[in-house]
């Protein structure tokens, strides 16, 4: 009887073989173990600390503790961050920064005073960082960021106007633009880093702040978190 024999692979080919199921197995380990954890920085509502720098739990999106602005000037420090809500989604993470002026205010400040108050009435310039969670068109960021009462509607046609040919179309997920305050009435814009431009309007300068830090915050976490002297060394 004429005996069949299997072929048998060559040793050579089976160890390679073995090596590449390995290193399949360990890389499958490593992103298991890399998405585990950055699962429970996010769900936990802790992030991992970077030196230098505060990050929003909601976004993951890291701001410097102090920051350099096109119009609001240099070295601003950072007074507090949160992020802009719609409904269940996190929109974008707002950064507050001030000037050497702001911050003397606020370390001079009654007891009775809030800080979200100091800082609106603190002749010192101002800065917000919007970093966007989600991508948002120019649109829609022209129309909130023009929804201010007290504002006669010709500012805020110029204001947005400005705002939709500077964005040009899209700010996408993590690109970023910026609210500039210089007393007593300019407002100036940034995004992606170029400035926009400027209006010069008190109601403009002084609603577009409040809409931020008043009793109607469109980021009551960003309030929350100014309001959080622990948060914030002057």
């Given at each position: 009887?004429?005996?069949?024999?299997?072929?048998?692979?060559?040793?050579?080919?089976?160890?390679?073989?073995?090596?590449k199921?390995?290193?399949?197995?360990?890389?499958?380990?490593?992103?298991?173990?890399?998405?585990?954890?950055?699962?429970?920085?996010?769900?936990?509502?802790?992030?991992?600390?970077?030196?230098?720098?505060?990050?929003?739990?909601?976004?993951?999106?890291?701001?410097?503790?102090?920051?350099?602005?096109?119009?609001?000037?240099?070295?601003?420090?950072?007074?507090?961050?949160?992020?802009?809500?719609?409904?269940?989604?996190?929109?974008?993470?707002?950064?507050?920064?001030g000037?050497k002026?702001?911050?003397?205010?606020?370390?001079?400040?009654?007891?009775?005073?809030?800080?979200?108050?100091?800082?609106?009435?603190?002749?010192?310039?101002?800065?917000?960082?919007?970093?966007?969670?989600?991508?948002?068109?120019?649109?829609?960021?022209?129309?909130?960021?023009?929804?201010?009462?007290?504002?006669?509607?010709?500012?805020?046609?110029?204001?947005?106007?400005?705002?939709?040919?500077?964005?040009?179309?899209?700010?996408?997920?993590?690109?970023?633009?910026?609210?500039?305050?210089?007393?007593?009435?300019?407002?100036?814009?940034?995004?992606?880093?170029?400035?926009i431009?400027?209006?010069?309007?008190?109601?403009?300068?002084?609603?577009?702040?409040?809409?931020?830090?008043?009793?109607?915050?469109?980021?009551?976490?960003?309030?929350?978190?100014?309001?959080?002297?622990?948060?914030?060394?002057?």
């Open positions: 009887k004429t005996k069949i024999q299997a072929n048998k692979q060559p040793s050579h080919l089976k160890i390679m073989k073995e090596k199921s390995f290193s399949t197995s360990l890389s499958l380990v490593v992103v298991a173990v890399v998405v585990a954890v950055s699962a429970f920085f996010f769900s936990s509502g802790e992030t991992p600390a970077i030196e230098g720098f505060k990050t929003d739990p909601n976004t993951g999106f890291s701001f410097p503790l102090t920051n350099d602005f096109q119009m609001a000037g240099k070295k601003l420090q950072l007074l507090g961050m949160g992020t802009r809500k719609k409904l269940v989604l996190n929109v974008y993470s707002v950064a507050l920064y000037s002026p702001v911050t003397k205010a606020l370390a001079k400040k009654s007891d009775g005073q809030s800080n979200c108050d100091t800082i609106m009435e603190s002749k010192g310039t101002k800065a917000a960082t919007l970093t966007m969670n989600l991508g948002l068109n120019a649109e829609k960021m022209a129309e909130a960021l023009t929804n201010i009462d007290g504002v006669d509607q010709p500012v805020k046609d110029k204001f947005g106007e400005m705002i939709l040919t500077g964005i040009d179309g899209r700010l996408k997920s993590g690109e970023s633009m910026t609210l500039e305050w210089k007393a007593p009435s300019t407002v100036g814009v940034t995004a992606r880093g170029k400035m431009g400027d209006v010069k309007d008190k109601s403009l300068h002084d609603g577009l702040l409040k809409a931020y830090l008043g009793a109607k915050s469109v980021s009551p976490g960003l309030k929350q978190s100014i309001e959080d002297t622990t948060a914030i060394a002057y």
